[in-house]
């Protein structure tokens, strides 16, 4: 998933999936929803679904970018470590 055809006009998105989740966030003071962050999201990549975003985020949380914490059944608020806010969001 390093790049997503958009097929809507066949041209590739350079941004890797996991760099826009890091913008996203960064935009959002560093937190925010999956829903949130899948709309957001959409609006790069047409085609990104839930599934997708939640293995981008398992990718992250690996990674030690993200920490991932349910609210609800369906609902996971999304935040950035701290390491990563002292360095993001200055």
């Known amino acids: ?3 997503e055809l958009d097929m809507s ?3 590739w998105n350079p941004t890797p999936p996991q760099d826009s989740v890091i913008f996203a966030l960064k935009k959002n003071k560093g ?3 999956d829903q949130e962050l899948l709309n957001i999201l959409k609006n790069e ?3 990104m679904t839930m ?3 939640h293995q981008i985020l398992l990718k992250l949380e690996i990674l030690g970018v993200i ?3 349910r609210i609800v059944k369906n609902k996971n608020r999304i ?3 701290e390491k990563y806010k ?5």
């Open 1 to 3: 998933m390093d790049g």
């Open 9 to 11: 006009n066949g041209m």
């Open 31 to 33: 937190v925010m929803t």
């Open 45 to 47: 990549y047409k085609f």
């Open 51 to 53: 599934k997708e975003l």
């Open 67 to 69: 920490h991932v914490s």
């Open 79 to 81: 935040e950035l470590t």
């Open 86 to 90: 002292k360095f993001l969001l200055k």
